[in-house]
């Protein structure tokens, strides 16, 4: 009966500390803005494109409540699937305001958006905007919109 009553708690153990389930796909639209969590995908109407966010490996913005010199960008990594073919990872870098909001004008050096089979697949924003450290942001906690067009 004890090693039942271990087995079993062992059990639950592992399996609560396993990987949470990740979110399930969405369907977006051409043309309107959508939001992954990292480890989420969209299926593009009407393009045919299916866009996963891989995640966030760069977050170089300047916390809300700390003054910096400067404030870096923030760069994610998707990866986008045309068809039934994968076209592979591509990063997107770019600033944002305090509100998470990527710019509509373009920066050099900074690469927001991606060209592939006649679409754009765009990164408007990056959320949450950290407010005392980077850090404090568990990969997990990222959203992060983006809009396709043609």
């Not at 959508?34 to 916390?63: H, K, N, W, Y």
């Not at 994968?86 to 770019?94: H, I, K, R």
Request: glycine share 8%; hydrophobic share 40%; with cysteine.
């Amino acid at each position: 009966m004890k090693k039942t009553v271990w087995v079993v708690f062992l059990m639950t153990f592992l399996l609560a500390c396993g990987a949470s389930t990740p979110l399930p796909p969405i369907t977006a639209s051409l043309g309107a803005e959508f939001t992954l969590a990292p480890g989420q995908s969209a299926m593009v109407q009407g393009a045919d494109i299916e866009i996963t966010l891989v995640g966030v490996p760069g977050d170089g913005r300047c916390p809300l409540l700390i003054e910096c010199a400067m404030s870096g960008p923030v760069t994610v990594t998707i990866a986008i699937k045309a068809g039934t073919n994968m076209s592979g990872e591509f990063q997107l870098t770019n600033f944002t305001d305090n509100d998470g909001r990527v710019p509509s004008m373009d920066f050099e050096g900074m690469s927001p958006q991606v060209e592939l089979n006649g679409y754009s697949i765009r990164m408007t924003s990056v959320l949450p905007f950290p407010q005392r450290s980077v850090s404090e942001i568990a990969d997990d906690e990222y959203r992060v919109t983006f809009i396709v067009s043609e």
